[in-house]
């Protein structure tokens, strides 16, 4: 990858990542800790790898991305926005009363969100059957999902893991967003979802490991999933909740806090 | 004797010819394909049949994901663990987003026999229909079952159907029965009591109306298919002319058909009222026809509580 592609991601990465605090701060609500983990992935997808139009948000043959782990909504709409899908202006509204930016993504109100969630452990089942309807009308569309380590909880994550095995959904990919954090603590002390990589060998996935913040490493770990055929793959990615922002990295307590004024001011400035 | 069919069977039946009407038509079932009757279908078309095991979770999500991009899924298990173990996939991933799943759920009621309580839902219309967006059809018989699955694959928006193992007899005409969503249909005309059936207490309503003709007491039945959106119109003038009301469900008497005739006469038409289902209680192994009549769903119970509603009359 160039060198000058991998910076300009960046860049928008620390765009996105501005976004995400101001955004949580207008709304004095919202989860910032995820938001800020998945940036580098969200950013690789949605500025490198998805084929969308944001002129036509329901292209039939477009790609399809859900984000599993839903209340980082806020990492999603900042890259909808970005990318064109509406006005950056917008970002502004999150979570007020009458406006689209609902607190958890909902495709019935947000141009650009291909499912809805915010239930943990939902967005998978989703992706399969996406991935399945569009293999059905002979569509090299992909799907890619963004799962949280916590929500790994959730047993119907494994259903779902299951199934995309079982179904060979080799267009299908998903990044678990491997922070180590959930709202009660670290995952490995509230309810180990450890060792990833191994349970999804062991369900028949192609499992790659790599550094969610490198965006290098999420570029090529991108182009092997797009190579690998015969079954799903998944990425495990090693990053830091609330990644960016000195004072939010590695606390659980900015899993859903937001940012006052003057800790915005303060994060702004980190993430010029 | 009236010929029988059960309401799955009908519904595969429908789906199989569906399948060759509609290439989007996509079927999914839990490991129960041959008992709900989605066999038909995966082998005629075993490309579209999705078997997802046993995962009722995934089974609604995937049936999700399939509809967000443009299929017409059918998901398919027992009523038990569609609406019971996977409540909340419905919620979020299918009724919430609108999307176009179609949730045949079969197995419903106490007449799954003798599996006994642990397969019996009797909660299954009071979970479904308080979910909004999602349309709510419980046919009483086989025509009305294929015509409501053929409804429901034109329909855009998720929509539950409720589904029976049992052979129920057959009351509309084969040939001619047109499935009119949201409309009640006034299978026989009366001027004392109105009776207000869905399902298989359809059929057992009709036959509580010819017994109370033989008292001279002239019953109305109408058969609610569409729990909902209900037909709100139909009940408050039925009860307009009739001056009472009851309700016959092979469900909860709490959150069923009673509840929802009660909230539409509460609001519009208070008139004496009587409710026959499941008083509060679980089912039991038994011999479908042994529990109707354990639990009082039957023609006698529906004419008594009929002659009580009357009798509350002012
Ligand atoms: C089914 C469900 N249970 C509980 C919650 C509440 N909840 C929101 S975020 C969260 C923790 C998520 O942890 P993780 O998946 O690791 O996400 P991340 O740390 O990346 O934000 C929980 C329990 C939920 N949204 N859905």
């Known amino acids: 990858m160039s060198e000058a592609i991998t910076q300009r991601l960046e860049s928008t990465a620390r765009q996105i990542r501005r976004h995400i605090i101001a955004m949580t701060h207008a709304a004095s609500s919202g989860h910032p800790g995820g938001s800020l983990s998945a940036a580098d992935m969200v950013t690789a997808l949605f500025f490198k790898e998805m084929r969308i139009d944001p002129q036509n948000p329901q292209w039939p043959d477009r790609d399809r991305f859900v984000l599993g782990k839903g209340h980082a909504a806020p990492v999603l709409y900042a890259a909808l926005a970005e990318r064109g899908f509406f006005p950056a202006e917008e970002l502004k509204g999150l979570r007020q009363a009458g406006h689209f930016l609902q607190g958890h993504p909902d495709m019935k109100k947000v141009p650009g969100v291909d499912m809805s969630t915010g239930s943990l452990g939902q967005g998978l089942s989703a992706a399969v059957g996406m991935a399945l309807g569009l293999r059905l009308d002979n569509k090299d569309a992909r799907v890619w999902a963004i799962l949280g380590d916590g929500e790994l909880q959730e047993g119907q994550v494994w259903e779902a893991a299951m199934a995309a095995a079982h179904y060979k959904l080799d267009k299908l990919a998903i990044f678990i967003d491997d922070n180590g954090l959930q709202i009660d603590g670290p995952v490995k002390e509230v309810m180990s979802s450890y060792p990833i990589v191994d349970k999804f060998q062991a369900f028949g996935w192609n499992v790659i490991e790599i550094d969610g913040h490198s965006m290098t490493a999420i570029l090529e770990a991108i182009e092997t999933a797009k190579a690998v055929t015969g079954r799903p793959t998944c990425i495990v990615s090693h990053t830091v909740k609330g990644k960016g922002v000195s004072f939010m990295e590695d606390q659980v307590g900015w899993h859903g806090t937001a940012p006052n004024a003057e800790q915005a001011a303060i994060a702004l400035k980190e993430l010029q | ?314």
Not at chain 2, 19 to 42: H, N, P, Q
Request: negative net charge; hydrophobic residues 45%; aromatic residues 6%.
């Open chain 2, 1 to 314: 004797m009236m010929k029988k069919i059960a309401t799955r069977d009908a519904y595969g039946r429908a789906l199989a010819q569906l399948g060759g009407e509609k290439a989007d038509v996509v079927v999914l079932d839990a490991d129960l394909a041959k008992s709900t009757k989605t066999i038909d279908f995966a082998k005629v078309y075993p490309d579209r049949f999705f078997d997802m095991g046993i995962a009722e979770q995934n089974l609604m999500g995937t049936a999700a994901g399939l509809a967000a991009v443009g299929k017409i899924p059918f998901a398919s298990t027992f009523a038990m663990f569609a609406t019971g173990r996977a409540f909340e996939q419905i919620r979020n991933s299918i009724a919430y987003p609108k999307l176009n799943v179609k949730i045949a759920a079969t197995h419903a009621g106490i007449t799954v026999g003798e599996d006994g309580a642990s397969h019996q839902t009797v909660e299954d219309i009071a979970l479904m229909r308080v979910l909004p967006n999602l349309t709510v059809i419980v046919p009483a018989d086989g025509p009305e079952t294929e015509g409501a699955i053929r409804w429901a694959a034109e329909h855009k928006g998720p929509v539950y159907i409720r589904l029976g193992r049992l052979g129920v007899p057959v009351i509309n005409d084969e040939a001619s029965y047109q499935f009119t969503p949201g409309k009640a249909v006034t299978l026989r005309q009366g001027k004392d009591v109105s009776l207000i059936a869905t399902g298989l207490m359809v059929s057992v309503a009709l036959e509580a109306a010819e017994a109370l003709a033989a008292e001279g007491i002239e019953a109305e039945v109408l058969n609610i298919h569409t729990i909902k959106p209900i037909d709100a119109e139909a009940i408050l003038d039925s009860a307009a002319r009739t001056g009472c009301v009851v309700t016959a469900e092979e469900h909860s008497v709490i959150g069923g058909l009673g509840s929802a005739v009660a909230e539409v006469l509460g609001e519009g038409q208070p008139v004496p009222m009587g409710r026959v289902g499941l008083k509060d209680t679980f089912g039991e192994s038994g011999k479908p026809d042994e529990l109707l009549k354990k639990y009082g769903l039957t023609a006698d119970a529906v004419a008594n509580a009929a002659r009580r509603a009357m009798a509350r009359k002012g």
